[in-house]
C-alpha cells in the first residue's frame, strides 16, 4: 500500500513505529518526514500535527487521531475540509479515567480533604460523620465514550449517579439531563461534578461563574477533559469565598502550568499534569491498523469525527 505519513509531534515516533511493525507488518507505515513521494499518502496518523503536516501531503483523504480529542485538529485553519477525521474510542484511556475520577471522588465523600486540614493545619483528632454513598450526588459533563462508562463504573460505588450532554442520552441506572434547558437543573442536584467534554465552540468556557455557581454550596469540581472549558477567574472566587469546596485539575489552556500560576499555591485545588488518562500504545495501534484495514477494503468505521459538531 501507499505510506502511511505518522506525526506525533515528539521523540515518540519510535515506539509508535515499533508497535505497528509488530501489529501490522503489512501496513506501510513511515515517519511524517522520511516520506519520499508525498503525492502518494493518502491516509495520515497524527497528534496534534502542525500546518507543514497536511501543506506536505496535498491528496490526504483521512488522517487517524491518536486520542480521543481532537480540538487539536479541528482548530488548525491548514486541515482540508475534505479529509476525513478518525478518532480513538477508548485506546485503554477509560479505565484509566474511571481510576481517575474514582480516586477522587472518594477522597472528597470520604472527607479525606477535611483529614487533611485537621492534620496539617491543626494538629486536630476529629472522626467526621459518614454519609450514605447514594446522598453523594455526582454529576458527569459530557456522556460520550468514556463518560458513558465512568457513569456505569460510579454505580458500583452506590453514587447517585447523573449525566449532562448536549444531545438525550439513557444510561440504565443514571438520571439524564440534555441541552441548554436542563444544565441548570442537572447542576443544581450535583455535589461533585466531573468534566469529560469534548471541546468545542459550544462547550467553550462552560466552567463559568454562572454554571459553577449553580452547584450547591460546597460541591467540588473535577476537570479531566480540556483546559478550555475553564475561566480560571470564576473557579478562583468561588473557591475564595467557599461556595466550592475543592476542586480538581488535570488539563490546562497552557501546559505545562505556569510556575507562577495561583493554582499552584491554592489550598483548595488539587493539580495533575494531564495524566488523567493517556494513550496505550498497543491499544491504540490495534485500533488504527483495523480502521485503516476496514478503509482500504471499503468497509465502514467507528470514530468518524462531525466536524460541524467538533466530536
Known amino acids: 500500500m501507499n505510506p502511511c505519513a505518522l506525526f506525533t509531534g515528539s521523540e515518540s515516533n519510535t515506539l509508535w513505529l515499533t508497535e505497528f511493525e509488530h501489529q501490522f ?31 506536505r501531503f496535498p491528496n490526504l483523504k483521512a488522517v487517524f487521531n491518536l486520542g480521543a480529542g481532537v480540538d487539536a485538529i479541528l482548530s488548525n485553519p491548514t486541515v482540508p475540509a475534505h479529509v476525513q477525521i478518525i478518532r480513538i474510542e477508548d485506546g485503554g484511556m477509560a479505565q484509566q479515567m474511571n481510576q481517575y475520577f474514582s ?10 480533604d477535611l483529614y487533611q486540614q485537621q492534620q496539617q493545619q491543626q494538629s486536630h483528632w476529629q472522626v467526621q460523620s459518614v454519609k450514605s454513598p447514594n446522598n453523594f450526588r455526582v454529576g458527569i459533563l459530557g456522556l460520550g465514550q468514556l463518560g458513558s462508562q465512568l457513569a456505569i463504573h460510579l454505580q458500583s460505588y452506590g453514587f447517585n449517579i447523573a449525566g449532562w450532554s448536549l444531545s438525550k442520552k439513557h444510561l440504565d441506572g443514571v438520571a439524564t439531563y440534555a441541552g441548554d434547558e436542563q444544565l441548570g437543573a442537572f447542576l443544581q442536584r450535583t455535589d461533585a461534578l466531573c468534566c469529560l ?18 452547584l ?23 473557591l475564595n469565598n467557599g461556595h466550592l469546596r475543592g476542586a480538581v485539575l488535570d488539563a490546562f489552556e497552557q501546559e505545562p502550568l505556569d510556575t507562577k500560576h495561583a493554582f499552584w499555591q491554592h489550598p483548595k485545588i488539587l493539580l495533575t499534569p494531564h495524566c488523567a488518562a493517556q494513550s496505550e500504545y498497543d491499544t491504540c495501534v490495534q485500533q488504527i491498523g483495523h480502521k485503516l484495514e476496514a478503509i482500504l477494503s471499503n468497509q465502514p468505521v467507528t470514530g468518524l469525527i462531525n466536524r460541524h459538531k467538533g466530536y
Open 216 to 238: 450547591p454550596a460546597g460541591a467540588v469540581v473535577i476537570n479531566g477533559a480540556r483546559g478550555g472549558h475553564l475561566v480560571a477567574a470564576d473557579l478562583l472566587q468561588l
Open 197 to 214: 467534554l469534548p471541546l468545542t465552540p459550544v462547550t467553550q468556557d462552560i466552567l463559568n461563574h454562572h454554571h459553577l455557581s449553580q
Open 103 to 112: 480516586y477522587f471522588l472518594l477522597h472528597y465523600y470520604r472527607d479525606m
Open 25 to 55: 507488518p503489512q501496513l506501510n507505515i513511515q515517519p511524517w518526514n522520511q516520506v519520499v513521494d508525498f503525492d502518494a499518502v493518502e491516509y495520515g496518523i497524527v497528534w496534534q500535527p502542525s500546518s507543514a503536516y497536511f501543506e
